[in-house]
């Protein structure tokens, strides 16, 4: 069976908390990063390919490529076949952001956060792509929040580009 982006995606969302060894640095470095409103720490919405990869936070993957965009997994993350931490558009760029684990909003949202906290911290939070909770970034009126919730909880979450065409 063919993977989709959207199914890579999901795949991704609903396995967001896997665990990895990380140095001391690394685990300091990751709480100190956010996802939003423009990106991920050098990663930026609407990159190209190439100035995404020169950031040294990427690495090439070609489980999730379609005919229109390629994927990678974010080196402080790294998923099996089936899922992706990025998908770059050929027309539009950095379309979708992944993630990791123990990255949050700057309004405060991280995996393990709770329902509750996510509506209080995105009010307007409605029914996305796939019935994902989503949201609008506030600063950024070109994307929106995906979040996977299960048992209450923030289970993953993905930035993405309100016009690409990687996932719809």
């Known amino acids: 069976m063919k993977t989709t982006p959207w199914m890579a995606l999901a795949a991704v969302l609903a396995g967001a908390m ?4 990380m140095t001391p640095a690394a685990h300091a470095a990751e709480r100190a990063a956010t996802l939003g409103p423009n990106g991920y720490r050098a990663l930026k919405l609407g ?3 190439a100035q995404a990869r020169r950031t040294g936070l990427v690495v090439r993957k070609k489980a999730g490529d379609s005919a229109s965009c390629t994927s990678y997994d974010l080196k402080d993350e790294r998923y099996g076949n089936n899922r992706v931490g990025m998908y770059v558009s050929n027309r539009h760029g950095v379309a979708v952001i992944v993630a990791p684990r123990g ?8 995996v393990g956060s709770t329902r509750t906290q996510l509506k209080a ?19 950024n009126k070109r994307a929106f929040y995906i979040f996977d919730v299960k048992n209450n909880r923030v289970a993953g979450m993905s930035l993405v580009l309100n016009k690409q065409d990687c996932v719809k």
């Not at 896997?18 to 060894?21: D, E, F, K």
């Open 121 to 139: 911290a995105y009010p307007k939070l409605r029914r996305g792509p796939y019935g994902y909770p989503a949201a609008d970034v506030p600063g």
């Open 47 to 49: 990159m190209t390919a």
């Open 18 to 21: 896997v665990p990895l060894a």
């Open 103 to 110: 990255v949050k909003t700057p309004q405060g949202i991280r």
